[in-house]
């Protein structure tokens, strides 16, 4: 990254922020509040869509600096539905009773923007996540947690429900809520261009 160059991230979410500073950036925070305009059903379609809105959103405040804005949407996806975040207790319940037992995919999309030259990378991740059996009561135990709720498909693999993931195949953080590993990558890539 050029030592000048602002960074800025187009989400509130405090663990895209922390997945960041982990690997030494620092962004400033700028939540993306667009309305956010579907126009698929695949997943991997989808979190590029609403990564590409969101950063688009905060890029026309920047449009002619030197910065570059992050935006990054992640879905879960279990039998080809997108899960999003719970409304409430009960849709949570129904969500993890649809992932306990097997398997489903996380679907992180994110574009990158550069605000002088206009110019935008998006690209998405894919996880798929193994889920050990749980029993109602386990479900409605996690639930009451609160955990589920400002989270994809209801849970967060970082907090207790790390008690009933049997296993992951490919980026952990991806996961968590940015394939922060890529997003280096892709900003390097993005910066030498």
């Known amino acids: 990254m050029k030592e000048m160059r602002t960074m800025i991230l187009a989400s509130a979410s405090p663990r895209r922020l922390e997945l960041l500073r982990q690997v030494g950036l620092d962004p400033q925070v700028e939540p993306s509040r667009v309305e956010e305009v579907i126009a698929s059903q695949e997943p991997a379609q989808v979190v590029m869509e609403l990564s590409r809105q969101k950063a688009e959103d905060i890029a026309r405040l920047h449009w002619g600096e030197n910065?570059?804005?992050?935006?990054?949407?992640?879905?879960?996806?279990?039998?080809?539905?997108?899960?999003?975040?719970?409304?409430?207790?009960?849709?949570?319940?129904?969500?993890?009773?649809?992932?306990?037992?097997?398997?489903?995919?996380?679907?992180?999309?994110?574009?990158?923007?550069?605000?002088?030259?206009?110019?935008?990378?998006?690209?998405?991740?894919?996880?798929?996540?193994?889920?050990?059996?749980?029993?109602?009561?386990?479900?409605?135990?996690?639930?009451?947690?609160?955990?589920?709720?400002d989270k994809a498909g209801a849970y967060g693999i970082q907090g207790k429900f790390a008690a009933y993931i049997r296993g992951i195949e490919g980026d952990y953080t991806n996961v968590v809520g940015l394939p922060v590993g890529r997003v280096c990558q892709e900003l390097w890539k993005f910066e030498q261009s």
């Open 67 to 149: 910065v570059v804005i992050i935006g990054s949407d992640t879905v879960v996806a279990a039998d080809g539905m997108i899960l999003g975040k719970p409304k409430d207790r009960d849709e949570a319940i129904r969500m993890l009773g649809r992932l306990q037992g097997r398997s489903h995919q996380v679907f992180t999309g994110v574009t990158l923007a550069d605000g002088a030259s206009r110019r935008m990378v998006t690209f998405y991740e894919e996880t798929i996540v193994h889920v050990y059996p749980m029993s109602q009561e386990q479900i409605a135990v996690y639930a009451d947690t609160g955990e589920p709720m």
